[in-house]
């Protein structure tokens, strides 16, 4: 009884960390869905979600407030759904502290969601060392369910999820952003 409970738990968490690659999935397997390499599908509904209005989605931050997406109707959002562990996180991270420090006096409101527990070495003592030994002084946010990450469809780390003052999606974007002035370009969506 014990082994078929350890091996349904492996079984449960290798569904849950495919929704964590890192490079996009590109095996088509009809019009709205994709094989993951695990073979698992996944709905391709992140395009259907722009222009429409952003989930709701309350988390915890790195020191333990509660913070609902909410919050800040009325300002633009930039999200961005990451992990420690992914490197093309960790590149994107010193653009994503450019634009906190640059935009946030502009009415920006930047918002990181850390995908806690996506692999063992992702928890929250790992994260805040990560941060603090990089400087880094954006908002945080902890997926500790991967709740909001299924919300919002990420299937890769990064995601970039761009959203108005009304509260619309106006852009997702899998993958990173490598400069200041990339994130800049999709920012005039959402910034007037």
């Known amino acids: 009884m014990k082994k078929s409970i350890i091996i349904s738990s492996g079984i449960i968490l290798a569904i849950f960390a495919s929704a964590c690659r890192q490079a996009p999935v590109n095996n088509s397997t009809g019009d709205n869905e994709t094989s993951s390499p695990?073979?698992?599908s996944i709905n391709m509904?992140?395009?259907q979600m722009v222009g429409k209005q952003a989930p709701e989605f309350q988390l915890n931050d790195i020191s333990g407030k509660s913070v609902l997406l909410s919050d800040f109707h009325g300002k633009p959002v930039f999200l961005t759904f990451w992990a420690s562990w992914s490197p093309d996180c960790r590149r994107e991270m010193p653009v994503i502290q450019q634009i906190y420090d640059k935009w946030q006096s502009q009415g920006l409101?930047?918002?990181t969601i850390d995908i806690l527990n996506s692999r063992p070495e992702e928890t929250?003592?790992?994260l805040e060392s990560f941060m603090s030994t990089n400087n880094y002084s954006f908002p945080v946010l902890l997926d500790t369910?991967?709740?909001a990450t299924i919300q919002y469809h990420v299937?890769?780390?990064p995601t970039n999820v761009l959203i108005d003052k009304d509260g619309f999606i106006r852009e997702i974007i899998p993958g990173p952003f490598l400069s200041e002035s990339a994130v800049e370009t999709s920012l005039t969506r959402i910034i007037q």
């Open 38 to 40: 695990q073979g698992i």
């Open 45 to 47: 509904t992140q395009t």
């Open 109 to 111: 409101v930047v918002l």
């Open 124 to 126: 929250q003592a790992n």
């Open 145 to 147: 369910n991967q709740l």
């Open 155 to 157: 299937g890769d780390t």
